[in-house]
C-alpha cells in the first residue's frame, strides 16, 4: 500500500465539464484478474457525481481493487472510468487510505502534513498557508496542529489525513476503510466528522466499508458488490434524510434498508462461484 494519500500533479483548473453531459461517473467494460484469477471481467458501473456512494460487499470481492483502479492508483486490464467525460488524470483526485500511521509523515509536524501536497503541486507558500488555514478553520480542529502525528490519538492522525486529502480541493474524495482502525467511540466521532465535511462540500465520495451499517448511515447510494468474478448485486437508494445521527441510524426505516441490503448480501454470498 503507497504511504502517501494519491495526489497526481493534477492541473489546478480542471477542465469545464463537457456540453452535454450529465455529472456521471461511468466505468465500463472494467476488467482486472490477478495471476490468472478474475477479479473482474467487463465490469459497467454508472454513478452521479457530487453524491456520496459507499461500496460493500464479500470479504475479497475486490472492493478495494475498484477504487484503486477508478482513481488510478492500481492499472485496469482493460476498460476505462470517465468523470463528467474526463479521466482519472483529468480529474482532482484524493484518497484516503486504512492505515493512517502508514499513510502520514512521521517527522512532519499534523499542520505541515496538511500542507504537505500543496508543495508538491508548488503552491506558492503563502497561498499554502492560507488554504490550510481556511480547511484548518472550517473543521474547527479542537487539538494542537503544531503537534508530530505520533502524539496524536488515532482518529485525530485520520482527521489530519483527511484534511490533507481535502486540502487540495478534490473533486473525487476516495476512503479504503477509514476508520477500521479505530476504537468505536471514535468511528462514530469521525463518520459524523466526514458527513459534516460532506454536506458542506458536496463532494462525490466513494467509501469502502466493511460495516454495512456505517456504509448506508455514510451514503445516499450504496452499491453492494457480489463474490469473484465480481459484478454489482444492487445499487441501493439511501433516501434518509441527513445528517444521520444516532436517532437516524436506528430508525425503522435505516433498520429496514439495513435488513433489505443484508438479504441482498447473503444471496450473493451463498450464490455458487460463476466459473472464471
Ligand atoms: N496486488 C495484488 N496481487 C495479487 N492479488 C491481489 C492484489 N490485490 C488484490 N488481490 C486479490 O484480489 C482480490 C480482491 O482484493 P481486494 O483487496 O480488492 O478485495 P476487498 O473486497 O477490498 O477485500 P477485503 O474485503 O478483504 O477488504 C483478492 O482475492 C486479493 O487477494
Redesign the pocket.
Known sequence: MASIHALKPTPTEPPAPRAGRVGKLAIRGLSKS??G?V?YKDFNLELPLGSAISIF??????????I?MISGL?PMDAGEALYDGRTTRETRISYVFQNYREALFPWRRAIDNIEYPLKLMGVPRAERRRRVEEIVAEFDMKFDLAAYPYTLSGGQQQTISILRALVTDPEVLFL??PFSALDYEMTLLMRAQLQKIYLKRRITTLL?S?DLEEAIELADKLVL?TR?PTRVAEIVEVDLPWPRDAEATTSEAFVALKRRCLETFWREVKAAPEPN
Do not use: M
Not at 460487499?57 to 475498484?66: A, D, F, M
Open positions: 490477478f495471476n484469477a477479479v460487499g464479500p470479504n475479497g470481492c475486490g472492493k478495494s481493487t475498484l484503486n492500481t479504503d476503510e469502502v466493511h458488490l469473484r
